[in-house]
């Protein structure tokens, strides 16, 4: 079964959010207290297949697409003060 792109994912706590572009790269938006940063990720490694393959199987929470445009621009606000 063909898997359809983009997906978008919330890690624990929502302290992390993923948007899935393809089968082996994602974008990581990420909260740490008052900070913000975006880490892109393509998988070439093994540990990196592995965190793919928990955000497509179920190991993290499933959003809608404007669910994680709402967190994204929660998260973006952070970098503005």
């Known amino acids: 079964m063909e898997m359809e792109f983009p997906r978008w994912f919330a890690g624990p706590g929502r302290q992390s959010i993923y948007a899935v572009l393809s089968s082996i790269s994602w974008v ?17 490694t ?4 592995l965190r793919m393959t928990a955000m497509l199987e179920g190991g993290f929470e499933p959003l809608s697409h ?16």
Do not use: N, T
């Open 66 to 81: 404007a669910d994680y445009i709402a967190l994204k621009q929660e998260f973006e606000q952070l970098a503005e003060l």
């Open 46 to 49: 093994y540990p990196d297949h």
């Open 28 to 44: 990581e938006h990420q909260k740490l207290g008052a900070r913000y940063s975006v880490y892109k990720f393509e998988a070439k």
